[in-house]
């Protein structure tokens, strides 16, 4: 993969934590919910359960989000109706994307700005992950131990 940028870059220190974290839009003592409240792109697609936007100010063509039509934070607030319906409608994007000359969709699900269920489906991969610095293989097998454990 070729990056966009020369190297070296330089790594600036995290700015100070906030704990606890502000409130999100749709959060209680937050902003109104975006999606909620239509201040979001128009759906360019939706069905009784998901509608399906453009983003605004992206570099990738085809870059999508998905959205929930109920205000839920997360996959495990989905209604189990829901959460089981999130694969149908993902492999449908998924194939919408894969039309032409995209060869793999990434999905992401931050949902740090705003606390309605939304996940991000781009055509091709992001460059950021691979800025980052590695974590060693030990801390990424533990780390997923304790996901392993909490599947339970
Ligand atoms: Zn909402």
Do not use: Q
Request: with cysteine.
């Amino acid at each position: 993969m070729s990056l966009p940028y020369e190297e070296p870059l330089i790594p600036r220190p995290p700015g100070p934590r906030r704990i606890p974290e502000p409130p999100r839009r749709g959060e209680p003592g937050g902003p109104p919910c975006a999606i909620c409240t239509g201040k979001t792109t128009a759906a360019v697609w939706s069905d009784e359960h998901w509608t399906l936007h453009p983003p605004v100010g992206g570099s990738l063509p085809g870059a999508v989000w998905l959205a929930s039509r109920v205000h839920v934070d997360s996959f495990s607030d989905l209604p189990e109706p829901l959460a089981a319906d999130f694969g149908r409608v993902a492999a449908r994007v998924e194939r919408s994307l894969t039309l032409g000359d995209v060869a793999r969709v990434h999905l992401y699900r931050w949902g740090d700005g705003g606390a309605h269920f939304h996940v991000w489906f781009l055509p091709r991969p992001l460059v950021w992950e691979d800025a980052l610095p590695n974590v060693t293989n030990e801390e990424l097998a533990a780390a997923a131990e304790r996901v392993a454990a909490a599947m339970d």
